[in-house]
């Protein structure tokens, strides 16, 4: 191959033609480094046909610089990036850039220094010193690694080794991780749990793509029956990828991973330091038996990463939004995790106790298999549901829990178990205003109200991020604390139960205050030594936890999650309560969820109080067929974006003139979003409804494309979107 067709990282360039230099062996797929005028850019080599392009002439052809030192990108991983881009309308080179996702990694193996004891002792002992002795026993790493085991300065450890008593060791910056243990600890299965362990093996050793519904109420042990197939692929010397919708949940499953297999899987998520992002990179794209990766546990992003000898992959709480990406390429792991194993031709197992609507029927049509786990592990039954009517027993003012809410959480506590209130929404208040002229706080960036955070004393932006301290005095008026909080948020639940149980021991758990790992997992040992008695948390608290202790569930808000732009509303409610509730109950003691609600005759809620989520799905599929949305119709959202409200008005109005007329596809605005500024830029929004059978992305780029809208102009494409704000 001479002349070679390049995929470059770079959305502008695009697709780039250059010649091989005598010499020089190049594959489809291999990465490679080229010259663009006086610059270099990284590029994958595409297969010509696939990839339309401008051809230049022969003699107009530069050389590439070289082969970069990593094996190539594999065929089914090219169809996976074309895939992705076509369907999502995104450009195939910023797919590949979440292939590439590391930029250490492409420049091939390297050596780091550490350093280990030599059993010489320092001239002079201090404190800091003696501490270091003592830590560093069996250790070896850098410097900084070293000196946080040790909890003592880099500068401490500088002077141990220019006194000998450490020594340096070039090691090998790919050194394999330690190998997982697929015999290490094997549990007894329920017969229930083996029965489904043993098809999803059968499964593993099929060695084809299957799409497999894990389908099991909360509390029925999938994590420990889809362990067998994990144990089954590491056996046959295959990689497993484990996606978590949020890292607060992967300290959990890292420990259980470690009881089952005897060490930690290998991390992928974006807050990783840029050498463990380079490490794990390059252990994922070597197969096992050259001392890759073996099982891969990641955040979404993980999907998209060059696996050597991908043979299963498990999408865990699958029903989970946060799969889906809101900006860049706005993908859904999920559904692109079934097609990676399409091109794999691997299983790909969805876990979860409340399966997405589209899911289920992608079942009940056949195309993806179904397994059942109806009952929980170890003879736990499922809690019962009570409805708390809030409108015939209302909280005292200023108050939201009602009275028989608040007395069962103290005879929870009376006993020595454990508590739950579920209120998604962050901070003590959502709306802050001024008692005296009204004046309420607003995001300068966004069009949201500032929310409340006692904790921190500020007032934050959920959308941008935005954040202030708290003024002591309206910024209107000038009055003097004279702010008042309107409705509540988590914090300020917290503090009514601080009001009836002065004595509990509370926890706040949502993204604010388990926003690391180690947090996280200091909230989890917390809890599960019985050292909190009341949670209050948000979406964060509804799943994958696991505390035995915990017995009551209060829903303080059931009606909440019904407004909103959320395409899904019902079904998300559905899940979030469902998913809470399962919670409660979860070992020997019975579990009770008392739900807060205005509504008590809604179709969700009624469904959730009688456990009939067959009757909740049936009618949610009916309204669906109705609105020809999702899973019978398809829906696309175009977001039309600038700084300048005109230039983007003019512009979403000159989308909308030149919008085609199809029979199949129905275009809706345009019209300005419901959150009609984000992070300083004014947002219009149109909305597209297709039939199925419609060319839906096709009839978007015939649109879109001839467009030539002014540079201060974005425009976003969301297929499949889930959020309408
Ligand atoms: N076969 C087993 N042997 C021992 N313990 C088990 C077994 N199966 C499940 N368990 C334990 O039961 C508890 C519930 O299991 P797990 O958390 O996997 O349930 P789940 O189906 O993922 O629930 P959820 O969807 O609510 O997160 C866990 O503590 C788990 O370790
Ligand atoms: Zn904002």
């Known amino acids: 191959m001479r002349r070679i067709r390049l995929l470059v990282l770079n959305a502008a360039l695009g697709v780039l033609d250059y010649r091989v230099p005598d010499g020089m062996a190049v594959e489809h797929g291999n990465v490679v480094l080229a010259p663009l005028g006086p610059r270099q850019v990284t590029g994958i080599v595409w297969e010509e046909e696939r990839l339309p392009g401008q051809s230049v002439p022969e003699e107009k052809l530069r050389p590439i610089l070289s082969v970069l030192p990593v094996p190539p990108i594999r065929a089914e991983l090219r169809r996976l990036i074309e895939w992705t881009a076509d369907y999502y309308c995104a450009h195939m080179s910023s797919v590949a850039r979440m292939v590439l996702a590391s930029g250490g990694a492409l420049k091939g193996g390297v050596t780091v220094t550490e350093y280990r004891l030599t059993g010489q002792q320092p001239d002079r002992m201090t404190p800091q010193r003696k501490a270091a002795l003592e830590k560093l026993e069996d250790q070896q790493g850098t410097i900084r690694e070293l000196a946080e085991i040790a909890g003592v300065s880099d500068g401490v450890l500088r002077g141990l080794v220019s006194q000998g008593v450490l020594e340096p060791q070039e090691v090998d910056a790919d050194r394999p991780y330690k190998r997982a243990q697929p015999d290490h600890a094997e549990p007894v299965l329920s017969p229930q749990q083996a029965e489904v362990a043993d098809e999803l093996v059968k499964a593993v050793e099929a060695e084809d793509f299957a799409p497999i519904l894990l389908d099991g109420v909360t509390g029925s042990g999938k994590t420990e029956t889809y362990f067998e197939p994990v144990a089954s692929a590491i056996r046959a010397g295959k990689q497993v990828l484990v996606l978590l919708p949020e890292i607060a949940l992967t300290e959990n499953f890292l420990r259980r991973f470690e009881d089952r297999f005897g060490t930690q899987p290998t991390l992928w998520h974006s807050s990783l330091k840029s050498s463990e992002r380079r490490r794990a990179w390059r252990a994922i794209a070597r197969p096992p038996e050259e001392g890759g990766a073996q099982v891969v546990v990641g955040a979404r992003s993980a999907l998209f990463l ?196 002065p004595e509990a021991r509370i926890a706040v758990a949502t993204s604010d205050t388990l926003n690391s790992p180690a947090r996280a997992a200091e909230f989890v040992a917390m809890a599960e030594s019985g050292a909190i008695d009341v949670i209050v948390g948000t979406q964060l608290v509804t799943k994958g936890f696991h505390f035995p202790e915990l017995t009551l569930v209060g829903v303080v808000d059931a009606d909440l999650g019904l407004e909103g732009g959320d395409l899904r509303a019902a079904e998300r409610v559905y899940q979030q309560i469902a998913q809470v509730a399962g919670r409660a109950g979860r070992a020997s003691k019975p579990g009770e969820v008392l739900i807060q609600t205005r509504h008590p005759d809604a179709p969700v809620i009624a469904a959730l109080a009688a456990g009939d989520r067959d009757a909740f799905y049936a009618a949610e599929l009916e309204a669906r067929r109705h609105a020809n949305a999702p899973p019978f119709g398809r829906w696309a959202a175009i977001i039309v974006s600038s700084e300048d409200d005109k230039e983007a008005r003019l512009a979403a109005a000159r989308i909308g003139d030149a919008r085609p007329r199809l029979d199949d596809i129905m275009i809706l605005g345009p019209a300005p979003a419901p959150l009609a500024q984000l992070r300083g830029r004014y947002r219009y929004r149109l909305l597209i409804n297709a039939k199925r059978t419609a060319a839906l992305q096709d009839a978007i780029r015939d649109w879109l494309d001839p467009l030539d809208l002014p540079r201060g102009v974005r425009v976003g494409i969301d297929i499949d979107p889930y959020s309408f704000v």
């Open 306 to 501: 060059p696996y050597a000898k991908l043979g299963l992959i498990v999408v865990d709480e699958a029903h989970e939004i946060s799969f889906k990406q809101d900006d860049g390429v706005r993908y859904n792991a999920r559904d692109v995790a079934v097609m990676r194993g399409h091109f794999e031709r691997i299983p790909v197992v969805l876990a979860s106790a409340t399966p997405a609507l589209e899911s289920l029927h992608m079942a009940e049509v056949g195309t993806y298999r179904k397994l059942d786990l109806p009952s929980r592990f170890g003879g736990a039954s499922l809690p019962t549901i009570r409805l708390l009517d809030l409108t015939e027993e209302p909280p005292e003012r200023g108050r939201w829990l009602a009275p028989s809410l608040a007395r069962e959480l103290f005879t929870r506590m009376e006993r020595g178990e454990q508590t739950l209130l579920f209120l998604n929404r962050r901070g003590y208040a959502p709306l802050t205003l001024c008692r005296n002229c009204g004046y309420r706080f607003q995001c300068k960036q966004c069009s949201a109200w500032l929310v409340e955070h006692r904790f921190t004393h500020r007032l934050a932006c959920h959308h941008c991020g935005h954040e202030e301290p708290s003024p002591a005095a309206c910024p209107e008026c000038g009055e003097k604390d004279s702010l008042v909080p309107c409705g509540p948020g988590v914090e300020r639940v917290a503090d009514e139960v601080r009001e009836i149980a």
